[in-house]
């Protein structure tokens, strides 16, 4: 626990400051030292580009999926959004097992037991192996039935079909790649998974563009070639990854330590329900959309892959708050745990602040680098300059709920996730377009409200946060 800070406890040196400057040792001795802050700062913004980068280049494969079959037209974009929804879908309970990996580990590793941060991340990886087996299954089985629940028409289910089965057929690299990059984050190395998610970039931007137009003397494979590139860059991604994870001793492989189990389940468990309520609001979310027509939901997907260059950057920003709470709480060092969390906050909104006015400037010539079609690039335009605004909120409910999330209180940020999603985002999209029957516009809107709702309710549970309750 960190010493309170008082005059009695002051140590000699400090005494004779005092004497000389006593405003300043005072303000030093409550506020802490700026040079110490200037310190943490450093290491804030050292942690946490790479994380950053590492969200965006995650993201970037799929954005990049977009991007290739945008010439195919309007049906191959849906096919490849849904497929790509269904992984997001899958990897619910996932990223419940990672969130909780890097938080145990953190907390392991700020308080210096290093050993039992390496048993944890063997129980989480053996962990992961089960529930890839049975999201293969789960997947190849009833993913292409649930985009037509979705309802999916027969242009896109032309190519949603094949591409669902492929995508999961290799889920196992998707979902390994995500719980090794947890390990390393909790280790507060962030550069290694960075350096495999851009290997993963490179070699799909490599392989793509050929087997989806039969370039170079490949055959021409369309969506399905779009499949083939992103199964196979990240199973080389994954190899890498898993290499330098065994290289640096990160794992100790042995009997699975089931009170290291328990801890990161328990907090896991409420992330993975928090990604349920998440994602299967985003389905019902999407079906309103749908109800709008193909060129609608083509125009929503493109929206969405262009404005996740600044809401991957905020979800990096919400994983390394929460490495920097784990870490320093782990420590004990409470007052390095809140100015972490502020320069997190920082960088988010500065990334995300200059995204929201890209946004609202050049809308239309950023739709036009994945798609030519006029009609999904008017309404695209609508879209981009639309969730702008939730920019600001977004930004806010990332890091606040990635230090919630360091702190261990993942299920508040479960309920609120599950109040705001269904009783805003859903509830609101149903009335405008079942009861009202607004515009496609006015459901894009509720996207807006939820942000707004969701980041004052993270906000207000992170002030009332006392951080000495938050050791794991």
């Given at each position: 626990m960190e010493p309170e800070h008082s005059l009695r406890q002051l140590p000699t040196a400090v005494h004779g400051s005092f004497l000389k400057n006593p405003l300043t040792t005072l303000r030093h001795s409550i506020l802490g030292n700026p040079a110490k802050r200037v310190s943490i700062r450093?290491?804030?913004?050292?942690?946490?580009?790479?994380?950053?980068?590492?969200?965006?280049?995650?993201?970037?494969?799929?954005?990049?999926?977009?991007?290739?079959?945008?010439?195919?037209?309007?049906?191959?974009?849906?096919?490849?959004?849904?497929?790509?929804?269904?992984?997001?879908?899958?990897?619910?309970?996932?990223?419940?097992?990672?969130?909780?990996?890097?938080?145990?580990?953190?907390?392991?590793?700020?308080?210096?037991?290093?050993?039992?941060?390496?048993?944890?991340?063997?129980?989480?990886?053996?962990?992961?192996?089960?529930?890839?087996?049975?999201?293969?299954?789960?997947?190849?089985?009833?993913?292409?039935?649930?985009?037509?629940?979705?309802?999916?028409?027969?242009?896109?289910?032309?190519?949603?079909?094949?591409?669902?089965?492929?995508?999961?057929?290799?889920?196992?690299?998707?979902?390994?790649?995500?719980?090794?990059?947890?390990?390393?984050?909790?280790?507060?190395?962030?550069?290694?998974?960075?350096?495999?998610?851009?290997?993963?970039?490179?070699?799909?931007?490599?392989?793509?563009?050929?087997?989806?137009?039969?370039?170079?003397?490949?055959?021409?494979?369309?969506?399905?070639?779009?499949?083939?590139?992103?199964?196979?860059?990240?199973?080389?991604?994954?190899?890498?990854?898993?290499?330098?994870?065994?290289?640096?001793?990160?794992?100790?492989?042995?009997?699975?330590?089931?009170?290291?189990?328990?801890?990161?389940?328990?907090?896991?468990?409420?992330?993975?329900?928090?990604?349920?309520?998440?994602?299967?609001?985003?389905?019902?979310?999407?079906?309103?959309?749908?109800?709008?027509?193909?060129?609608?939901?083509?125009?929503?997907?493109?929206?969405?892959s262009i404005e996740s260059l600044s809401f991957m950057p905020g979800a990096g920003m919400g994983i390394a708050a929460a490495t920097l709470m784990g870490q320093s709480l782990g420590a004990r060092k409470y007052r390095q745990a809140r100015v972490g969390h502020n320069e997190a906050m920082r960088l988010a909104l500065l990334v995300m602040g200059v995204m929201a006015a890209i946004f609202v400037i050049i809308p239309a010539p950023l739709l036009s680098l994945f798609t030519s079609d006029s009609e999904v690039i008017r309404e695209g335009t609508v879209f981009l300059r639309l969730v702008a605004l939730a920019q600001i909120p977004l930004a806010l409910s990332f890091v606040y709920a990635g230090s919630l999330r360091g702190t261990g209180d993942t299920f508040y940020v479960f309920i609120s996730t599950l109040l705001t999603m269904w009783g805003v985002r859903v509830f609101l999209a149903w009335i405008v377009a079942d009861v009202l029957h607004l515009s496609l516009y006015a459901v894009w809107g509720v996207f807006v409200i939820d942000w707004w709702v969701r980041a004052a309710a993270f906000a207000w549970r992170y002030h009332k946060r006392d951080l000495h309750s938050g050791v794991l």
């Open positions: 450093r290491r804030v913004v050292n942690l946490s580009l790479p994380v950053l980068l590492s969200a965006l280049f995650q993201r970037l494969v799929s954005i990049v999926d977009i991007f290739m079959v945008g010439g195919l037209g309007a049906a191959a974009i849906a096919a490849v959004g849904l497929g790509q929804f269904m992984v997001f879908l899958a990897m619910t309970v996932f990223w419940g097992l990672s969130t909780g990996t890097t938080v145990v580990i953190a907390h392991l590793w700020g308080a210096d037991r290093l050993e039992d941060a390496r048993k944890a991340a063997f129980a989480a990886m053996l962990t992961c192996a089960v529930m890839i087996v049975a999201a293969t299954a789960a997947g190849t089985t009833y993913g292409s039935r649930l985009a037509l629940v979705m309802g999916a028409g027969t242009d896109v289910m032309g190519y949603a079909g094949r591409y669902i089965t492929l995508v999961f057929l290799y889920f196992g690299f998707t979902a390994g790649l995500n719980l090794l990059s947890a390990i390393m984050h909790g280790r507060g190395d962030t550069k290694t998974p960075m350096t495999a998610i851009l290997l993963v970039n490179i070699l799909h931007v490599v392989i793509a563009w050929p087997l989806i137009y039969g370039k170079f003397g490949f055959p021409r494979l369309g969506v399905i070639g779009a499949a083939y590139a992103i199964n196979l860059s990240e199973a080389i991604g994954f190899f890498y990854l898993l290499f330098r994870v065994l290289r640096q001793n990160a794992v100790n492989i042995g009997r699975p330590d089931l009170e290291l189990w328990k801890r990161i389940w328990k907090v896991g468990y409420p992330v993975a329900l928090e990604r349920v309520a998440q994602q299967s609001g985003q389905l019902f979310y999407s079906k309103f959309i749908l109800g709008y027509g193909t060129v609608a939901y083509a125009a929503h997907q493109v929206g969405l």
